[in-house]
């Protein structure tokens, strides 16, 4: 099976951080370039990182800049997205998502990519 799996969700207070993990199943993942996203409700997927793997090239959204961070550890074909500072506005489902991108482009827009986890619930309170 070719999947991608998020964890690391939870609850935390504003201030805090949490490391979220995405692990990849049946392909080496450090061969495919990252994408992460999120999903408040009511609100459009938002692309907020990505990473491409070709020359190591990084893009976070504005509202992440700063705060957020793509890590990776080949050797357990995983991505991970540490975020610091947590706001209650960050509270949603996050998803991790994997592509080839050729041209070596770092792409934020969700449509650009072909293969999605299910996503992993940040919540954080006031």
């Known amino acids: 099976e070719v999947e991608l799996e998020e964890s690391g969700g939870g609850l935390v207070q504003a201030g805090g951080s949490l490391r979220l993990s995405c692990v990849a199943s049946?392909?080496?993942?450090?061969?495919?370039?990252i994408g992460w996203f999120r999903q408040a409700p009511g609100k459009e997927r938002e692309g907020i990182s990505c990473?491409?793997?070709?020359?190591?090239?990084?893009l976070h959204a504005d509202s992440v800049k700063g705060r957020f961070t793509i890590a990776t550890d080949n050797a357990k074909n995983t991505v991970y997205l540490q975020m610091t500072n947590l706001q209650p506005e960050d509270t949603g489902v996050y998803y991790c998502?994997?592509?080839?991108?050729?041209?070596?482009?770092?792409?934020?827009?969700?449509?650009?990519?072909?293969?999605w986890g299910l996503g992993t619930q940040v919540t954080v309170s006031s």
């Open positions: 990473l491409v793997r070709s020359n190591g090239t990084t």
């Open positions: 049946g392909f080496d993942f450090d061969d495919y370039d």
């Open positions: 998502a994997a592509d080839f991108f050729p041209d070596g482009s770092c792409r934020l827009p969700f449509y650009d990519y072909k293969l």
